[in-house]
């Protein structure tokens, strides 16, 4: 079954013609590849030229070691009062959270309450 949508194909039938013997070599192919290169000894080498050597991963290691403990430090202090309001808030336990809303929908019910007994009268 072909595609009702698509186009008729211009290429003839791949099996009209008659083929080659099996074990025969296939025809040669019109495009020439690449050599492939021989293997490689030497260790590789990193970009940019004159960057740190194999042997220097340590220094890097120590200083991202210290940078991310610097980072850690400065994470706990608090940053003015939005920092302070954070920090309330993350030790705050459930429990807690849940009782701060509760009374707030108090207070809103007792103002309606109150609007509604005005509006009453």
């Given amino acids: 079954m072909g595609n009702l949508c698509g186009k008729q194909s211009t290429d003839p039938d791949p099996f009209s013609s008659p083929g080659r013997p099996v074990g025969s070599a296939p025809p040669p192919s019109s495009s020439t590849r690449a050599p492939v290169p021989s293997k490689i000894s030497s260790p590789g080498r990193p970009l940019g030229g004159n960057g740190p050597s194999r042997s220097d991963t340590g220094d890097a290691r120590q200083a991202a070691a210290r940078a991310a403990e610097e980072r850690a430090a400065r994470a706990n202090q608090p940053k003015g009062k939005l920092g302070r309001d954070l920090a309330k808030e993350r030790q705050q336990t459930r429990t807690g959270?849940?009782?701060?809303?509760?009374?707030?929908?108090?207070?809103?019910?007792?103002?309606?309450?109150?609007?509604?007994?005005?509006?009453?009268?």
């Fill in 97 to 121: 959270t849940l009782q701060g809303i509760s009374h707030d929908e108090r207070r809103k019910r007792d103002v309606d309450g109150v609007a509604e007994a005005r509006n009453w009268n």
